[in-house]
């Protein structure tokens, strides 16, 4: 597919981070297809519902440039009085490596 470029998005959530990845000709497009191939069920306190809010308001507000960061976006969307903090990086997939997951928690 031509044209299209790999984007990891990093969604913090009621206490909660999720990251998954998807392949899109644009940060807006990637946005969309991102919120639309979400796994609900492993994100606490999503549901359909919230989905559905979800994918409308990124399809609404498109993400905005992080200041000082090449190719680094951020958005963010009200899902049942929760704010869902949304950031989009485009990644190199050629360049990338794969690590199996782990059962400790990540820390910063």
Same mark, same amino acid.
């Given at each position: 597919?031509?044209?299209?470029?790999?984007?990891?998005?990093?969604?913090?959530?009621?206490?909660?981070?999720?990251?998954? +990845?998807?392949?899109? &000709?644009?940060?807006?497009?990637?946005?969309?297809?991102?919120?639309?191939?979400?796994?609900?069920?492993?994100? +606490?306190?999503?549901? &359909?519902?919230?989905?559905?809010? $979800?994918?409308? +308001?990124?399809?609404?507000? &498109?993400?905005?440039?992080?200041?000082?960061?090449?190719?680094?976006?951020?958005?963010?969307?009200?899902?049942?009085?929760?704010?869902?903090?949304?950031? $989009?990086?485009?990644?190199?997939?050629?360049?990338?490596?794969?690590?199996?997951?782990?059962?400790?928690?990540?820390?910063?």
């Amino acid at each position: 597919m031509s044209g299209m470029l790999f984007y990891t998005f990093i969604m913090n959530y009621a206490g909660g981070t999720y990251i998954s +990845q998807v392949k899109a &000709p644009s940060e807006k497009s990637a946005c969309v297809k991102w919120a639309q191939r979400l796994e609900v069920s492993q994100i +606490q306190g999503l549901g &359909p519902k919230g989905q559905a809010s $979800l994918i409308e +308001q990124v399809k609404d507000d &498109p993400p905005g440039p992080l200041d000082g960061t090449l190719n680094a976006w951020c958005t963010g969307a009200i899902v049942h009085g929760k704010f869902a903090l949304i950031n $989009l990086v485009q990644t190199d997939r050629k360049k990338a490596t794969r690590r199996r997951a782990s059962k400790g928690r990540a820390s910063a």
